[in-house]
């Protein structure tokens, strides 16, 4: 058995708040997104945090929490002072509960995303077998999910592709399967690119159809398709680059945009690129288009 103390606190209040469940012998401390604020890596080594944090302390269950929850309630650094409270745990594998809310997932009607320590659904169909480890990317957010529905439907036989921000892999995996010929993975961290190789020998990729690359290695290339489901600022700070990496008449396709954030970056491309209609889903959006010729 264990229990819980859990604290909302802005993100610069973080690093204290952390340090006094530490003191007050934590076995450990989490932090979570608070308000639904989506938060990215952006480069390795870093770890952004969200706006409003959840601190969650783990404590054993035979210490004495008394004392530490009236200085957390009398804290001035502390939001829900009013509503702290001691939770008691049930004893759980960690690992194996995370495992259990990773479920086979559907994209239009012949994609699937697989846990890879679980049989698919359905044999016959495209299936994609996943272990994301440390990288984003299992099909559950909507960023992800709008990515896979357009590759779905695309026609991508013997197309050359750029997953821009390839995380887990996912979708230079999908993009495999769904006949493209050669795949471009491309990621800042590490942890993205070995995930993106072991999920590729995971769903038995023949050698080289899918190769992974930091940014500074991608060769020299104009592709048939560039996806890139990364976050807005870096969508804009790339425009010129993923205009040259795109054949004429070439595919787009943008993902990890706000709703609030979407016509700005529509502004940014349609110079280059003849935009479709927007898809959005659950407050993300998704822009796709053709490079013009």
């Keep these: ?131 994301p480890g440390l990288a984003f990317g299992t099909g559950s957010h909507a960023t992800t999910a709008l990515c896979l529905r357009w590759l779905e439907q695309a026609d991508l036989g013997d197309k050359t592709v750029i997953d821009y921000g390839c995380g887990s892999g996912i979708l230079a995996i999908a993009a495999a399967l769904l006949g493209a010929d050669k795949i471009h993975a491309v990621d800042n961290d590490p942890q993205a690119i070995a995930a993106t190789v072991d999920n590729s020998s995971r769903n038995d990729m023949p050698f080289g159809k899918i190769t992974a690359y930091l940014p500074e290695a991608l060769p020299k290339l104009q592709a048939d398709f560039l996806l890139a489901n990364i976050l807005a600022e870096p969508l804009h700070e790339l425009v010129d680059h993923f205009t040259a990496l795109v054949k004429p008449e070439g595919k787009i396709v943008l993902s990890g945009i706000l709703e609030e954030q979407a016509a700005s970056l529509m502004v940014r491309y349609e110079r280059w690129f003849c935009l479709d209609k927007p898809a959005t889903e659950d407050g993300w959006v998704r822009l796709s288009g053709s490079r013009r010729a």
Excluded at 76 to 103: A, C, G, H, K, Y
């Design 1 to 131: 058995m264990w229990q819980q103390i859990q604290t909302t606190v802005r993100a610069e209040h973080c690093a204290e708040l952390e340090a006094l469940l530490l003191e007050a012998g934590a076995s450990s401390v989490t932090m979570m997104d608070a308000e639904d604020q989506p938060v990215f890596q952006r480069e390795p080594g870093t770890t952004p945090l969200w706006g409003i944090s959840t601190l969650t302390g783990l404590f054993p269950q035979e210490q004495n929490l008394k004392a530490l929850l009236a200085t957390l309630q009398f804290h001035p650094r502390v939001l829900n002072r009013d509503s702290l409270q001691i939770e008691s745990l049930q004893e759980q594998v960690w690992e194996r509960t995370w495992m259990d809310n990773f479920t086979p997932r559907q994209y239009g009607k012949r994609l699937w995303v697989c846990p890879s320590w679980q049989s698919p659904p359905d044999p016959e169909a495209i299936n994609i077998l996943l272990d």
